[in-house]
T-cell receptor, first 115, second 114 residues
Framework: GAVVSQHPSRVICKSGTSVKIECRSL??????MFWYRQFPKQSLMLMAT?????????EQGVEKDKFLINHASLTLSTLTVTSAHPEDSSFYIC???????????FGQGTRLTVV | AQKITQTQPGMFVQEKEAVTLDCTYD???????LFWYKQPSSGEMIFLIY??????QNATEGRYSLNFQKARKSANLVISASQLGDSAMYFC???????????FGAGTRLFVKA
């Protein structure tokens, strides 16, 4: 299957700092990528849809100024958690599909801890 | 609105036995896809199996099969000959046929006993 690489896998940062998470499609071009957040023992909550060359579409209740998404190329989307606080600590995971209707391939996920 | 429901928070199965994980869905779309993913403790999401809404036959992938009952809007995952490595979280998911957006159920944690 297609490969999606997410980096870093783990990050610890201080409150008030910003953290950037990268999501790359390694062997295909992805015009659309998705960012999810997962709390412990819970399901994946869709945060936003990242569109190459245009603004991201955020789900209701997700602060777009807090979670900045940039999809500058067909193989890279980034999620920046700005002015991070302990409540932003979570598992963040991205996905991309080769074509519409086919399975989504996921990155390895990033475990963010804000101290 | 689309919705995925997994009513089993946890399931136990004896090694080498079969287990069924339940999933029901709700959508007004005629074209859609149903997926099952496995998430081990490492956090990665592993694609297991796919069923299209127009597929007449149930999907199978090795030890995984999807029991698709369209009229009941259910898409249960059957794992045959369970292995210890099958212990993980399992998520049922759905996507509109014309798009990329995928929604997930709450998940079922499967425990395989030796």
């Amino acid at each position: 299957g297609a490969v999606v690489s997410q980096h870093p896998s783990r990050v610890i940062c201080k409150s008030g700092t910003s953290v950037k998470i990268e999501c790359r499609s390694l062997d295909f071009q992805a015009t659309t990528m998705f960012w999810y957040r997962q709390f412990p023992k819970q399901s994946l909550m869709l945060m936003a849809t990242s569109n190459e060359g245009s603004k991201a579409t955020y789900e209701q209740g997700v602060e777009k100024d807090k979670f900045l998404i940039n999809h500058a190329s067909l193989t890279l989307s980034t999620l920046t958690v700005t002015s991070a606080h302990p409540e932003d600590s979570s598992f963040y995971i991205c996905s991309a599909s080769v074509n519409k209707g086919t399975e989504a391939f996921f990155g390895q996920g990033t475990r963010l801890t804000v101290v | 609105a689309q919705k995925i429901t997994q009513t089993q928070p946890g399931m136990f199965v004896q090694e080498k036995e079969a287990v069924t994980l339940d999933c029901t869905y709700d959508t007004s779309d005629q074209s859609y896809g149903l997926f099952w993913y496995k998430q081990p403790s490492s956090g990665e999401m592993i694609f297991l199996i796919y069923q299209g809404s127009y597929d007449e036959q149930n999907a199978t992938e090795g030890r995984y099969s999807l029991n698709f009952q369209k009229a009941r809007k259910s898409a249960n995952l059957v794992i045959s000959a369970s292995q210890l490595g099958d212990s993980a979280m399992y998520f049922c998911a759905m996507r509109n046929g014309g798009g990329f957006k995928t929604i997930f159920g709450a998940g079922t944690r499967l425990f395989v006993k030796a």
